[in-house]
């Protein structure tokens, strides 16, 4: 290929992106166009998908670009939770996990439902820190009930007969550890659900007589409290404010700021 051809190829080239740049411009421009309700998106699907995608992918723009609005600490929690997984990713790649597995696949080998959690907990901060505090409580919780009842199978017990799901997550969590490396090659059937009854009064009392588990900073994590909490928001029984602050940071009328803020704090009033 001469100089002079090679030129006119990269010209096109060039011309081709910068057409795919206005587009996608034009196309964003649409999308924050479009409102936040229900309604507002039955009315774009008659204008067809392509107009429905766009506005979806400029609510997850607006998302990303309103991280910074968080609370600068809220950032570096969220964050510094994260640290260790450059770590843990590269002792499971060479342990065997598949790297092209895709993120929310939660099967194949042991290594695989390790990197599950990984990705999981990433895709949780992203949620966390775009203000879609639902979405990563009900990732997080489904993390959590997925490794106690891996821990269950592996220690054989069960939930009785009247026991509470937070009694039982704190007790899987404070019975000595028998794990050994052949376990897995046994092919343990795992329970598919806990039972959903978690609530802070029944975790309240009993939660002092459950082991916790230590970070490497001195701070601990309760199981069966942050199972019982996942659970009151879940169901907006507990921190019915949260949930608005995804929609404070997306909307554009100061307005419906307004109303947000004012029902956010009315519920934080009403939940102390």
């Known amino acids: 290929m001469t100089k002079k051809k090679k030129n006119r190829k990269n010209d096109r080239q060039g011309l081709r992106e910068r057409r795919a740049r206005i587009r996608a411009q034009a196309a964003e421009s649409r999308g924050r166009r479009v409102g936040s309700t229900v309604a507002d998106y039955e009315t774009l699907t008659a204008k067809g998908d392509e107009r429905v995608a ?8 607006m998302r990303m670009g309103n991280i910074p609005k968080t609370f600068d600490n809220y950032r570096f929690a969220t964050m510094s939770a994260l640290v260790p997984i450059a770590l843990l990713g590269r002792i499971l790649t060479k342990l065997g996990t598949n790297p092209r597995r895709p993120p929310p ?3 194949g ?11 999981s907990a990433v895709a ?21 009930e997925r490794w106690v009842l891996q821990r269950a199978a592996n220690l054989n017990l069960k939930q009785q007969t009247g026991e509470s799901t937070v009694d039982f997550v704190g007790r899987v969590w404070s019975h000595p550890d028998t794990f050994h490396e052949q376990w897995y090659e046994k092919h343990v059937e795992l329970e598919t659900y806990l ?9 309240g009392s009993h939660d002092r ?18 199972y019982a909490h996942l659970s009151e928001f879940i169901h907006l029984r507990g921190f019915e404010g949260a949930p608005y602050w995804d929609a404070e940071l997306l909307t554009q009328d100061d307005d419906v700021k307004q109303h947000l803020l004012w029902l956010s704090r009315r519920y934080a009033t009403a939940s102390s």
């Open 124 to 144: 949780a901060a992203r949620l966390l820190l775009a203000g879609q505090t639902l979405g990563a409580a009900v990732m997080v919780r489904n993390q959590l």
């Open 54 to 61: 766009q506005a979806l992918i400029s609510r997850h723009n």
């Open 209 to 226: 007589n459950h082991l916790h588990v230590y970070r490497s900073d001195g701070t601990d994590v309760r199981p069966a409290l942050t």
């Open 109 to 119: 080998s042991a290594t695989d439902l390790l990197a599950w959690g990984i990705d």
């Open 195 to 203: 039972y959903d009854d978690g609530n802070i009064e029944s975790s």
């Open 105 to 107: 696949l939660h099967a």
